[in-house]
């Protein structure tokens, strides 16, 4: 066996040599070859050129699939980074809308508070309301207008609709309105088109009584109820609501103010003796 081996690297050897001396001769050969300035160089060497490239056309084939396939992921990519850019300009513009639309809605209700038709002698100012009283047996709203503003006690408050309450308690920035539906609450009213006088008594529901009323036998269910400016409480003729039969059949008002969006609120400048017209 070691004889064996031993011949097998003698035989090996020489032909290595041999191999490695032809691939020598023939790099070195073909370096001179493409050394050599001259056009029947030149001829040879571009006929050589046209009869290997051609047939190399089949190694370049993966070469060309993976330059595809980093572009593809390139573009990928790209792709995929301009998604998520489109995905927050898409929760951006969600947030505009919100924004857009709570501004609308704000909007729309100072347009309401425009509607309301008051005496030009009599001015305003409007305040937003920032919180309520949360209570069942106090029913008041705090309003982002005060002292600073000129606000006194006893001024009326109104929303887009119709009356709503008064002032009771002024601070240097925020002012308290009692509303209309607060047990405390307690104006003299007119009903028309009767002109008979009442009082509207608030009891903590949405639809107060009206209580000493001239003659009840004059006051139908759909009357309009207003301020009658008795003891220069608020000016005569602020719309308070209209005249409906409780279930306890006693005659109440389903007042004209939207209680369940109180968000701005006018408080009108009044003094004694002033009266609405409209």
Do not use: C
């Amino acid at each position: 066996m070691a004889n064996n081996r031993r011949s097998s690297e003698d035989y090996i050897t020489p032909v290595r040599r041999i191999l490695v001396g032809v691939l020598v001769v023939v790099l070195f050969g073909l370096f001179l070859l493409w050394r050599i300035d001259s056009p029947r160089v030149e001829r040879f060497r571009a006929q050589i050129v046209d009869a290997l490239v051609p047939n190399m056309e089949w190694a370049l084939v993966p070469v060309t699939r993976a330059v595809g396939i980093v572009e593809g992921f390139q573009s990928y990519a790209r792709l995929a980074e301009q998604n998520n850019e489109l995905r927050r300009e898409l929760r951006q513009m969600k947030a505009w809308k919100e924004a857009a639309l709570q501004l609308e809605q704000e909007n729309a209700k100072l347009r309401d508070l425009n509607k309301v038709r008051l005496d030009a002698r009599l001015s305003y100012i409007t305040g937003v309301v920032l919180a309520d009283s949360g209570s069942p047996f106090r029913q008041s709203v705090l309003i982002n207008v005060g002292a600073r503003d000129g606000v006194i006690d006893g001024w009326a408050a109104m929303d887009g609709l119709g009356l709503v309450g008064r002032i009771a308690g002024v601070g240097a920035q925020t002012s308290r309105v009692i509303l209309l539906t607060d047990s405390s609450s307690m104006i003299p009213v007119t009903v028309q088109p009767s002109g008979q006088t009442a009082l509207l008594a608030g009891d903590n529901t949405i639809t107060p009584p009206l209580i000493f009323v001239e003659n009840a036998d004059e006051v139908r269910p759909g009357d309009r109820v207003v301020t009658s400016g008795d003891g220069g409480v608020f000016p005569a003729g602020l719309l308070v609501g209209e005249v409906i039969r409780g279930a306890d059949r006693r005659l109440r008002v389903r007042l004209a103010a939207d209680y369940g969006r109180l968000d701005f609120l006018r408080v009108l400048r009044s003094h004694e003796g002033e009266e609405v017209e409209g």
